[in-house]
């Protein structure tokens, strides 16, 4: 049994009584001599269990439940009631303790009690974590502990109506994280719209966000409720939150504080009732020191923090994300049969990934978009065994792409035909002399040439 509990009694005696028994158990145990002094421990160093007496001077037993209930409900309490305090008790009960024992106790009981309040603790961490990984898992492939510990924290925060700010490199998945939170939300099957704040200029970026008058400014021909209007009930992602500019951000702030949007153009504010997840790669606390974040947005902000980690640190999800890449991009191209050599991951593991999860995502893309189908050609990844790499590598073209497409359709057509070039031919719609090139183009075998 391994957890931390901490003793609440004024009798330093009983104090020294149940630390001497639940360490004898693996248990942790801090105390306190009563509710007041309980309740500053706790927040220096919350425990998963409280094990409190009932009368106690200055906060007792119940008051202390109530503030625990209050700000910590996940955390069990476990009452000591005097002998005849068993009204006492079922009234903590209905209050919300766990469990009660009465003194004096006997060494079983006591422990009875403890284990099972221990045993709820681990079920109910491991149901947080295993619905953590199932939410995030909708939307990412991961497999490390960091990436694990982002989970519970999006189980615990999901369901609970507030702002979180999720901070991260470029490319490391931070959207994801965000529909992750809302589709274990309450508010999941609500409106979820969502923004790049360095996508627009800053005029333009305020009339989007918050909406605009007929006439507002040049080309608004009619009024706008605005992607706060649109998401009202529901869900608004800004992504680069960084970028806003000052007046967006003071109009922002009010959003968060009075729950009001006001239109470019219109004197009067409208009512909205948006739930805001708020994205960036800059370091927030630096930009509000420059000067080029207000430090009052920057709090209503960060009223929860989620970090994904770069995908450096975490080499075991680089081969989960590249091989669920590769199938992804097999599929898309009409290539069968991929068979990833050992070279490949160990190459990829060994990278730097300064673009993280995008540049990954990139370099497999181009990778079996233009190996021939014999297999990975790995001399065309974009970073050799030892070079460096560029800090982002672009994904494919408009142009690479279609002609990936086109060879995995050239390629099927021709499985399918059995090698006959003519039947083949006919099935694509071209004749035999376009599919003589584009056999010739992409290094694809013929098998047989003849009419059937």
């Known amino acids: 049994m391994t957890a931390r509990v901490l003793v609440v009694d004024d009798d330093p005696g009983v104090r020294y009584t149940l630390r001497e028994i639940l360490e004898s158990e693996g248990l942790e145990v801090d105390e306190a001599g009563d509710g007041r002094e309980a309740l500053e421990r706790f927040a220096e160093r919350p425990a998963p269990l409280v094990i409190t007496d009932l009368r106690m001077p200055r906060l007792d037993g119940l008051g202390l439940l109530?503030?625990?209930?209050?700000?910590?409900?996940?955390?069990?309490?476990?009452?000591?009631?005097?002998?005849?305090?068993?009204?006492?008790?079922?009234?903590?009960?209905?209050a919300g303790a766990y469990d009660y024992f009465k003194k004096p106790f006997e060494t079983d009981e006591l422990l009875a009690v403890v284990r099972r309040a221990v045993e709820a603790?681990?079920?109910?961490?491991?149901?947080?974590?295993?619905?953590?990984?199932?939410?995030?898992?909708?939307?990412?492939?991961f497999g490390s502990e960091s990436m694990r510990s982002l989970a519970r924290l999006v189980a615990r925060v999901a369901p609970k109506d507030i702002t979180v700010l999720i901070t991260g490199e470029s490319g490391t998945g931070k959207e994801r994280v965000a529909e992750a939170l809302v589709r274990a939300s309450p508010r999941a099957e609500k409106p979820f719209v969502r923004f790049n704040c360095a996508a627009l200029s800053p005029e333009l970026a305020e009339a989007e966000l918050f909406g605009h008058a007929r006439g507002a400014f040049?080309?608004?021909?009619?009024?706008?409720?605005?992607?706060?209007?649109?998401?009202?009930?529901?869900?608004?992602?800004?992504?680069?939150?960084?970028?806003?500019?000052?007046?967006?951000?003071?109009?922002?702030?009010?959003?968060?504080?009075?729950?009001?949007?006001r239109p470019v153009g219109e004197e009067k504010t409208r009512r909205v009732d948006?739930?805001?997840?708020?994205?960036?790669?800059?370091?927030?606390?630096?930009?509000?020191?420059?000067?080029?974040?207000?430090?009052?947005?920057?709090?209503?902000?960060?009223?929860?923090?989620?970090?994904?980690?770069?995908?450096?640190?975490?080499?075991?999800?680089?081969t989960l994300l590249a091989r669920h890449f590769l199938g992804r991009f097999a599929e898309r191209f009409g290539v069968e049969g991929l068979?990833?050599?050992?070279?490949?991951?160990?190459?990829?593991?060994?990278?730097?990934?300064?673009?993280?999860?995008?540049?990954?995502?990139?370099?497999?893309?181009?990778?079996?978009?233009?190996?021939?189908?014999?297999?990975?050609d790995l001399s065309?990844?974009?970073?050799?065994?030892?070079?460096a790499a560029p800090a982002e590598d672009g994904p494919l073209s408009l142009k690479q792409r279609v002609e990936a497409y086109e060879r995995g359709l050239v390629h099927e057509a021709l499985k399918s035909a059995l090698g006959n070039r003519s039947e083949a031919a006919r099935r694509l719609g071209v004749s035999r002399v376009t599919l003589h090139d584009k056999l010739k183009k992409y290094r694809l075998g013929g098998g047989g040439d003849e009419e059937g």
């Open 274 to 318: 948006v739930r805001v997840l708020a994205a960036t790669h800059r370091d927030l606390e630096a930009e509000v020191k420059a000067g080029r974040f207000r430090e009052d947005l920057f709090y209503r902000l960060n009223v929860v923090r989620l970090h994904v980690p770069p995908l450096r640190d975490r080499p075991d999800d680089v």
């Open 66 to 94: 109530a503030e625990l209930t209050a700000h910590a409900p996940g955390t069990k309490v476990v009452l000591i009631t005097a002998h005849g305090s068993e009204r006492d008790a079922v009234e903590a009960m209905k």
């Open 218 to 261: 040049t080309g608004a021909v009619r009024s706008r409720p605005g992607l706060f209007g649109e998401a009202d009930g529901g869900t608004i992602l800004l992504d680069e939150v960084g970028e806003l500019a000052a007046s967006a951000q003071a109009k922002l702030l009010r959003v968060l504080q009075e729950g009001e949007v």
């Open 121 to 141: 603790v681990r079920l109910r961490d491991e149901n947080e974590r295993l619905a953590g990984e199932l939410a995030l898992a909708r939307t990412m492939v």
């Open 339 to 376: 068979r990833v050599p050992q070279a490949l991951i160990d190459r990829l593991r060994a990278h730097a990934w300064p673009g993280n999860v995008r540049e990954l995502e990139n370099a497999l893309e181009s990778l079996v978009a233009l190996s021939p189908p014999e297999g990975l």
């Open 380 to 387: 065309l990844l974009p970073f050799g065994r030892g070079d």
